[in-house]
């Protein structure tokens, strides 16, 4: 038995992790206190919300209310509210020989109207469609070249017996 609590467990939208095509710059600054601009790079993205690594010293607090300004993976502009939900510490890998540390930042998005919540649902849904699509094709040529590894003389003696009927149905037209 753990003798720790137990956390609380939270409903979460699926999220799309941002790809090497995709725009990942991500602009926020503090609200209402936002005499400051900062810059970094989007990790995933969801209908509700979003997370992002920043350098220890730029992190916003815990429940701190911030203006969010990125691309959605159709590289539509999209800017709005978020509080904070999760802030921790996160190391990465930047090379094989050198790593930084960073804190992760999760946040959740506020005050979205009709317009912004359809957008993001559209552009998360297409490219969940397309990974999909994907993975799909990816296992259509795994289970082939299956096939093909173990069953390679049973699909060469089909084709074989096919060819044959069909030359054949050609030699006695």
Not at 69 to 87: D, H, I, L, M
Not at 112 to 139: A, G, H
């Amino acid at each position: 038995m753990s003798t720790q609590p137990s956390e609380k467990i939270q409903n979460r939208s699926p999220r799309y992790v941002l790809q090497v095509k995709d725009k990942k710059i991500l602009r926020y600054a503090p609200y209402p206190r936002g005499n400051r601009t900062f810059f970094t790079e989007v990790l995933n993205l969801s209908e509700t919300g979003m997370a992002f690594t920043v350098p220890f010293l730029d992190a916003p607090q815990m429940s701190e209310s911030i203006m969010v300004e990125f691309s959605t993976p159709n590289n539509e502009s999209f800017a709005c509210f978020a509080k904070v939900q999760r802030v921790q510490k996160l190391t990465v890998l930047e090379s094989d020989f050198f790593q930084k540390d960073c804190k992760l930042v999760a946040v959740k998005f506020e005050q979205l109207n009709k317009e912004q919540i359809l957008l993001l649902r559209k552009s998360l849904s297409k490219e969940f469609k397309k990974i999909q699509k994907n993975f799909y094709r990816q296992q259509m040529w795994l289970k082939l070249a299956w096939h093909w590894k173990f069953k390679k003389a049973m699909i060469l003696s089909g084709v074989a017996v096919t060819l044959a009927i069909f030359s054949a149905a050609l030699f006695f037209i």
